[in-house]
T-cell receptor, first 112, second 113 residues
Framework: GQQVMQIPQYQHVQEGEDFTTYCNSS?????IQWYKQRPGGHPVFLIQ?????EVKKQKRLTFQFGEAKKNSSLHITATQTTDVGTYFC????????????FGDGTTLTVKP | DSGVTQTPKHLITATGQRVTLRCSPR?????VYWYQQSLDQGLQFLIQ???????AKGNILERFSAQQFPDLHSELNLSSLELGDSALYFC????????????FGPGTRLTVL
């Protein structure tokens, strides 16, 4: 079945440093979504990417969808303590009847 | 506030017991998803319903079952509970269920003693 892998599992950064998490799928995706879960909270939708090579920005966050639509990345510039949490990608494959598969997430901690 | 409600917020029970978790999706959303998240783990997809019908099934144990009612709320039934079933159970909803964004509820924290 479809597998979605995220790396790294954990990332510890100093406030102000950049952070990147990568998401790789075993199959071609029709779209990929990114979610953020704050400690003690629930996942919250951040963005959806649909087109090959698509790049979207939200303030300090940059999201990319690979040309082959099998990988994606989330990059945060100049991290702040409010960025702490777990970032999940969720990929939907055309062969998977509508179900999105979540990656295991990358947990980011930011040291002030 | 995502608009998805889940009850109860916390549930403490004993091994061997049966519990029911309830989820009300956002107004207008037809699809409901159930996920299990164990401590410091990712989101394990359990099952999806769309407009009352089962749409997709994940790694859901035979001891677990779910349904979606005509008013679109959903219930997840967990029976013969084991210690390892202790986890956060999230419900999410989406408009259609295919490419749509999923909106997550606050979760139900289940503790099995």
């Amino acid at each position: 079945g479809q597998q979605v892998m995220q790396i790294p599992q954990y990332q510890h950064v100093q406030e102000g440093e950049d952070f990147t998490t990568y998401c790789n799928s075993s199959t071609t995706l029709s779209n990929i979504q990114w979610y953020k879960q704050r400690p003690g909270g629930h996942p919250v939708f951040l963005i959806q990417l649909v087109k090959s090579g698509e790049v979207k920005k939200q303030k300090r966050l940059t999201f990319q969808f690979g040309e082959a639509k099998k990988n994606s990345s989330l990059h945060i510039t100049a991290t702040q303590t409010t960025d702490v949490g777990t970032y999940f990608c969720a990929g939907r494959s055309d062969t998977n009847a509508g179900k999105s598969t979540f990656g295991d997430g990358t947990t980011l901690t930011v040291k002030p | 506030d995502s608009g998805v409600t889940q009850t109860p917020k916390h549930l403490i029970t004993a091994t061997g017991q049966r519990v029911t978790l309830r989820c009300s999706p956002r107004s207008g959303d037809l699809s409901v998803y159930w996920y299990q998240q164990s401590l410091d783990q990712g989101l394990q997809f359990l099952i999806q319903y769309y407009n009352g019908e089962e749409r997709a099934k994940g790694n859901i144990l035979e001891r677990f079952s779910a349904q979606q009612f005509p008013d679109l709320h959903s219930e997840l039934n967990l029976s013969s509970l084991e210690l390892g079933d202790s986890a956060l159970y999230f419900c999410a909803s989406s408009r259609q269920g295919n490419t749509d964004t999923q909106y997550f509820g606050p979760g139900t924290r289940l503790t099995v003693l």
